[in-house]
């Protein structure tokens, strides 16, 4: 059925035709059982063959010409390299990421753009009724990931133009929902390392092992270099499955012909290089070019350059001032977005978020005309502590939370250390609830805040940082604030922490802190959670806050 019959159809049989009914629908599917639980390996990876049949998408994946990249760092950012390469070369894409900011809708792309919302409608609706109609005990209705992996098949298969089908893996990748595919063109894997350990395994080998569970035989991969213990059981498996494995090395800025990458950090140029060999070789294998090409690494296409240079990736190494802070000129709230949440990961974003608030610093007194402060040069007091002057200084605020399977022991360390070897401390650490939640997928509303939400995780994170940085030498004039409650604002506050009840509390402290310190521009840096990353770009640009009457 070709994708504008399936709209026809949804609306002939007057199904809901709403976002929010098909966003409970689809909410209606996300397992109550803790990520943790052991007994959830593999859980029944066979399923997704009956569900495939029931949506009679058979021949469809078997045809399509599929890229496939597994990955602990960066393959999001591979896939969105590797989309817009193969866009810019005249080909009609197909990408399915996880996991969205905003909208749902982020997940599945066409041509760079994510679906309109008629068409989502439409295709979700139909994969929804027919599992609906076939579920039984034997073969339930998928679980939420499984099924959003199934309707992005639906996607691309009823778009029938799509040449390229690109599949970041969600989880792991033997038992991952994407891995159904039988006979992808080429896969990748991205840098490994450790996260998802409860389900994964606590050792890199372990791991490496999942990931591998994406090669097929015979298939190309390519990986990037990786320790010792996850390269030999890659080259295992690759061996064993008579895969040609390739490391692929990160690309030479040289090739960009003085531009920059689409995604900003050093870490990019990995997942870059990875995505070229990934196009190459996909092009080689679909008949679009010529073998000999493979072997030139002195150029790149000009396709390759624009693919590279224009990508973009929410929520991945994002800068975005606040527009709704108008101080002495817009700009002095400025958030860095990061998702990291693995040790690994928050290392990269500490060394991101140095270099770039540097930047900031050395651009912001070029455009004053003043001499360059150093961002080890804050001085941030309490607001009716300050003394407003002509110069601006720089504070570096932190803005975390992280799902409470995570350590936070090796978190937090990796960003202070990476922070401190550039000379960057935090004056401040915000810990929050996210405002997303995970049995529920959230609409184009801002969810409401929950007047009963349990802060003990954040409680501990705050514990976990005062402890960090009290042993840290190089603070310098923190915020001095009393240890005890806010009573007003249900803020509990140390010396150098705040948690808030609530994000959009959080915001606002950061916002009534610029009105009231007129020569601070604030650098927040936003990390630990893709899911707080998302609640902040939905807030921020929105406009929305909060005043303390109606916190709660």
Known sequence: MSGEDDVGSAKKHGKPSTYDEALEALSSLITKRSRADKSNKGDRFDLL???????ELDDSISQMKIIHVAGTKGKGSTCTFTESILRNCGFRTGLFTSPHLIDIRERFRLDGVEICEEKFLAYFWWCFDRLKEKANEEVPMPTYFRFLALLAFKIFAA????????????????????N?????????????????????????GAIAGEKAGIFKHGVPAFTVPQPDEAMNVLEKR???LDVPLQVAHPLDSSLLNGLQLGLHGEHQYQNAGLAIALCRTWLQKTGHLEGTYLDQTSSLPEQFVKGLTTASLQGRAQIVPDPYVNVDGPG???????GAHSPESMEICGRWFSLSIEEDIQQHN???????????????????????????????????NCMSVRDPQLLLPSL?????HHGVHFQKALFVPNQSVYNKVGSHALPSTDPQVDLSWQLALQRVWENLVVGEKGI???????????????????ENSSVFPSLPLAIKWLRDSVQQNRSVRFQVLVTGSLHLVGDVLRLVKSGVTCDSHDAF
């Open 49 to 55: 063959f009956d569900y495939i049949k029931i949506l």
């Open 159 to 178: 778009e029938q133009q799509v040449d390229v089908a690109i599949l970041e893996v969600g989880l792991g990748g033997k038992f991952d929902a994407t």
């Open 180 to 204: 159904v595919v039988q006979a992808p063109i080429v896969c990748g894997v991205s840098s490994l390392g450790f996260d998802h350990m409860e389900i994964l395994g606590y050792t890199l």
């Open 238 to 240: 690759a061996s064993q």
């Open 332 to 338: 002095s709230l400025v958030f860095y977005l990061d």
């Open 366 to 400: 070029s455009l004053e005309k003043q001499p360059q402060e150093s961002s080890r040069a804050s001085h941030i007091l309490a607001p009716k502590d300050l003394n407003e002057g002509p110069r601006k200084n720089y504070a570096q605020i932190l803005l975390f």
């Open 416 to 420: 202070i250390s990476a922070c401190a």
């Open 476 to 494: 310098q004039n923190p915020i001095h604030e009393e240890g005890k409650d806010d009573a007003e604002h249900n803020v509990r506050n140390c």
